[in-house]
C-alpha cells in the first residue's frame, strides 16, 4: 500500500471537518427552531389564560385593557384588541411583530 502525502490527508480531514459543520449547524438549527416554537407556545398558553380570567373576572378584563393600551402602540396591533389609535409618545415602549418589547414600537429591525 502506498503511503498518502500530506495533501491528501490534508484533503480528506478538510472534507470530515465540512461534513461535521454541516453536522453542527444542523444541530443547531434543530435547536433554535425547538427552542422558537417552545417560546411561541409559551406565549398563546399565557395568552390563553389570559384572556380566560378576563372573561371570569371584570377587574382582570379592566387590568388588561390597561395594559394593552399601555404598550400597545402600533395601530394594526391596537384595531385588534378595538384600541383606538393614539398619537405616539416619545419613550414609550411597545410590542413589536416578534412580541419583543421596542422603544416607541418600531419593530423595524
Do not use: C
Amino acid at each position: 500500500m502506498a503511503k498518502r502525502t500530506d495533501d491528501e490527508i490534508l484533503a480528506d480531514l478538510t472534507a470530515k471537518q465540512r461534513e461535521i459543520e454541516m453536522r453542527i449547524n444542523a444541530v443547531k438549527a434543530r435547536s433554535k427552531e425547538r427552542a422558537r416554537k417552545e417560546e411561541t407556545r409559551r406565549k398563546v398558553l399565557v395568552g390563553a389564560v389570559i384572556l380566560a380570567e378576563a372573561e371570569r373576572s371584570e377587574a382582570a378584563k379592566q387590568r388588561l385593557q390597561a395594559l394593552l393600551d399601555k404598550h400597545l402602540v402600533r395601530p394594526v396591533d391596537r384595531e385588534v384588541f378595538g384600541l383606538p389609535p393614539r398619537p405616539d409618545r416619545p419613550g414609550q415602549v411597545g410590542v413589536s411583530g416578534d412580541g419583543t418589547l421596542s422603544p416607541d414600537g418600531d419593530d423595524s429591525p
